[in-house]
Structure formats: C-alpha cells, structure tokens
C-alpha cells in the first residue's frame, strides 16, 4: 500500500531546497490547511528560543515547568524524562542549534550525560526514553542503558499503557543496534491484548484490572497517541498488518470524536468509545503528540488524517472557549492548556464515578457551573521537544516512497 498519492510524491520532491522543503510533513499540512504550515514554523522557532530558557547547567536537566507567577516567569523543579524527550527533538537540529539548547553540549554529548543516570532509574517509562533517545542518537552509554532497560521490562510485565508505549517505541529504535525483536513483539502484543474491540481504544493500564474500579473505563489522549505511534512503527518495522490495524483504528476513532473547534479532548471511555471529560485540552495535543502520531501512521500506511491534524493546529490560533492567547512569542512559552475552574477536578472524578456505575450519565449541569475559560499559565520543555520531533525529520520514513501496488 503506498503511503502517499502521486501528488504529494511530486509535491515533495519538487520544494526548494531550503526552508519547509527541508521539513515534509510540514509541506503536507499546508496542502491541506494553509494556515497550519506558517503556525507550525512558528512553533518551532518559539521551541528553539525557548529550550535554552529551561535548561538548568546546575542539575545538567530540564526543568519540570516554566510558569507564570505575578509579574514574572519561573523555572521549577528538574526532569530527566522531560530532558529525554527534548533531546529526542533536538537531535534533528544543526550543531550550534543544539549547543543553544544543551548549555553548550551536542545533543550527542548531552545524550552521554544523561545516559549516565540510567542505572539510578526506577520507572519504566523513563528507562524507556533514555533507551530511545540514545538509540536514535548512536549517544555513548547506550549499551548499559539498554541492560538496565531490559531488567525493569522484565520485572514489569503490565503497566500503565503509555510506559509500554514508550517501551515499545525504544526497543524498535533499538533494534537497529542489537536484538530487540523479542522484546518488541511481546511489547506490541501487550498492547494489542488491551485494545477495546470494537472501539478501538486503548485502556489506561495494559491490565484495566489493576487501576480503582471506579477508574477502570477512563482512559486518556496520551494512552491513545503512544500506542497509535508505537504500533504504527512496529507496522513499518516487521510488517505486522494487526498492528497497523489497530493503530488506525484508534486514530480513526479520534477522529470522529474530535471537537469543533479541532479539539482533540482528554478522557475518553474506552468500554464504549466515547468521550468521558473533554477538559483540560492541553496544547502538546494540539500542536505535537497528535501530528506526531498521526504522520507516523500515515507513513506507516494508515490513514491519511493530516487535514484533522490541521484543524487541530488552528484551534491554538483560535481556541473557541478563551479570548487570550495561547502562544506567548515574548515569553517563549505556549500555554499549557484551557481548562474548567476545577483544582480539586471534581469534574472528571465526578464523571469517571458515574460512568463507572452507568456509562453514558452526563451531569450536563457540569458544564454550566464549571466552563472551560481557564488558561493553564505554565509550559513544559517535553512540549517543545515534541514539537521539534514531530516537525522536523528531513524526510518521510523510506518505506512511505514504495511505488503503489
């Protein structure tokens, strides 16, 4: 199956040399929604100017967050998962770029430096990333990192859906660089076990079991994206025809319940395929997790679901339920999320509960006493390096140029 019509084929081959010739999924995007390419380098330049701003030279880390705080913006705490995630984006980026970026280190060096710390690591997750960001990178520690990676695999046969996500995605870039195959099979049959048939969606643990009853049916947007993009590479990777099955059925079910505004909303019930709150939308969605997830698809030879990834990107532009804007270019910052006047997010927890006991209750009295008019005043380097990854690859995955048939 080829990936992409002739047109885009020739589109693609034909750009200049420079600019979004370089960076094809953003051309694609801008045939389909004119306005979403131009936003889309503005991203990228506001990631650019703002990755330095978050990186602590003292704790050689990203910070957790940047927020608003009165009159001025801080930079709280450090996160190694979210600095495995930048440089994962950053990686695509000319030298003096990612010194900027690195505290004067080369995605490479700083790869090094943060593989180190892979021994100390306790979470799946973040092993996970450590592994896929060293693996892409060829960093120097990779070997130990993956040793590591492996034995707390072993010691987690279920988890929640986006560790093994995540796992999946770095043992695929592994195996470019060892032998992964058998850990990334038993990963994509985790996942593909846990798919809800016929909707398509993905629980929030591989083993629904495991969470609160009360909690079992919810799951999230980022539960849904990691495993339409890890098992869309496992597609591309092994050629596993139920893998990309199920990638584009979650993604194709998305679809059809994404806002009107281009929202791609928060909570979903897996059991039935619906919405369950649609609130916080958060602007890594918007602008990076759902493109990136969506293109790998596509080039995996699912779908072709760039126009909603379009429409998905105008929403930050115009986000319907706030008049403030949500790109801070001064600030180098793009707001978190919108989200209702609900810190103690009853909302949601009022939602799962009822649901939990009879699926489909709405409470539609919610949305009156808590609408979504709240700006979230804080961003995450996780944000911008997504972005950077989800943009910027200098060309379409190789198998996407098969000719048709």
Not at 353 to 369: E, H, I, W
Request: net charge positive; hydrophobic share 45%; with cysteine.
């Amino acid at each position: 199956m080829s990936l992409t019509t002739a047109s885009h084929h020739d589109t693609l081959q034909a750009a200049p040399a420079a600019g979004r010739g370089q960076r094809p999924r953003i051309v694609l995007v801008g045939q389909h929604v004119a306005e979403a390419a131009p936003l889309v380098e503005r991203l990228i330049d506001l990631a650019l100017r703002g990755l330095p701003a978050m990186y602590s030279r003292d704790a050689g880390l990203f910070v957790f967050c940047r927020r608003r705080a009165k009159r001025e913006v801080i930079c709280v705490g450090t996160s190694l998962r979210y600095s495995a995630i930048v440089l994962l984006g950053a990686r695509y980026l000319p030298e003096d770029a990612q010194r900027a970026i690195f505290g004067g280190h080369t995605a490479s060096e700083f790869g090094a430096r943060l593989l180190a710390r892979a021994p100390n690591v306790t979470s799946l997750g973040d092993a996970a990333l450590l592994v896929w960001a060293g693996a892409e990178l060829g960093a120097e520690g990779f070997d130990l990192a993956l040793t590591h990676f492996y034995a707390l695999l072993a010691q987690a046969p279920e988890g929640p859906t986006v560790e093994i996500a995540w796992a999946l995605a770095a043992a695929l870039a592994a195996h470019r660089r060892c032998l992964s195959r058998r850990a990334a099979q038993v990963l994509a049959e985790r996942l593909l076990q846990c798919l809800a048939a016929p909707t398509g969606l993905f629980p929030h643990w591989t083993n629904p079991i495991r969470a609160p009853w009360y909690r079992r049916h919810a799951a999230c947007f980022a539960d849904q994206v990691y495993a339409i993009q890890a098992l869309a590479r496992f597609h591309a990777t092994f050629g596993c025809q139920a893998a990309l099955d199920a990638a584009a059925a979650c993604a194709l079910r998305l679809v059809a319940l994404q806002g009107s505004g281009g929202q791609w909303w928060w909570q979903y019930d897996w059991r039935t395929g619906s919405v369950l709150e649609e609130y916080p939308v958060y602007t890594v969605h918007q602008d990076a997790m759902a493109p990136m997830a969506l293109f790998d698809l596509l080039e995996a030879g699912g779908p072709d679901l760039t126009f909603p990834i379009g429409r998905g990107l105008l929403w930050l532009l115009r986000p319907p339920e706030v008049n403030e804007e949500l790109i801070a270019d001064d600030l180098t910052l793009i707001w978190r999320s919108v989200r209702r006047p609900d810190p103690w997010k009853s909302v949601r927890r009022l939602r799962a509960l009822t649901t939990a006991l009879r699926s489909g209750v709405r409470f539609g009295a919610l949305d009156r006493v808590f609408p979504p008019r709240r700006v979230d005043h804080e961003d995450r380097p996780y944000h911008l390096g997504w972005i950077l990854y989800a943009w910027l690859p200098p060309q379409l995955w190789p198998h996407t140029q098969r000719p048709s048939g």
